[in-house]
Every structure is written in C-alpha cells, then in structure tokens.
C-alpha cells in the first residue's frame, strides 16, 4: 500500500489476513491504513477485534477528539495528555492519532538511548577517531579547514591534529 507518496511495506492480501487472525496483535498503523483506503472495518476485523472496540471511533469522538487535538492543553500533545483530556481509551485516542499527519511526522527526538560500551585493557589499544569540520576558522588557522579528532579510550585522553 502506498500511504502519503510512500510505500508502506503492507501488502493488502497480508493486512487482511494479519487482522483476520483469531487474537492477533494489530498494530495501530494498519487502522490508518484501513481508513486511508476507504475499507469498512467490519469487513475485515474479527469478532475478538469488533468486541473490544479496537480502531473504531464514532463521529461524536472523533469530533471530541479533533477539538482537544486542535486547541485547549492537549492540543498538539502525547497520547496521555489527549487520554486524560477526552477520557477515551487510549487505543481509540492512538487510532486518531495516528491519522493525523502531524502527531505521526514529527516525533520527539529520542535523547536518552543505550550506548556501547567500549572497554580498552591496554593504552593505544583502542582509538575514537572523527573529523572535524572548521572551516569558519581556517583564516585564523593557517587555511586549515579539518582537524583530525581522536580519544584514547583506556586513559580518555583527546588528540586533535
């Protein structure tokens, strides 16, 4: 299927059998997609999917939702924020969500993600190395335009050439 000029990798023959399924995990994606190409849910979600409720949302909450996604102190916000103001299940809340371009297009820069560690035994056993880019000082630095960057990770010491 292509959604907003891209592809998305979901085939429809795969999409129908994936939300077919006796208690299958559907990503809320696929309610987008489901909406994005004019297919009436009830023709392809299972009965456990129709019970829960899971990707339907009435005309009434949808237009709830539009109003506190728009304006007020859930406007623009998280899933929570939404959840709290509209007092609606979060999958419902994620379902609209996820059909507004812009909750989907910018997300919110992940700041804190684990890192590799690196454990060196000896000194000069392991180097970091990067090149750095300076080229608004090069008048100041004989025309030089990148310096060579590199850290010792057994002593951490820096080195820049």
Known sequence: MILDGRDTGVSLTDF????????????????????????????????????????????PEKQKLQKLYSEGPAAYGSVKNLTKASKLPVSKVQCFLHSKSSYTRFNQATRKFPRMRAFARFKNKIWCKDLAFVDKLAKDNSGVNYLLVRQDMFDRTVDAN
Not at 31 to 36: D, G, I, N
Not at 43 to 55: F, P
């Open 16 to 59: 129908a059998q994936t939300l077919s399924r006796k208690n299958a995990e559907v990503p809320d994606i696929y309610f987008t997609l489901l909406e994005a190409a004019d297919i009436t849910l009830s023709l392809v979600l299972n009965k456990n999917a129709q019970e829960k409720g899971r990707g339907f949302i009435s005309r």
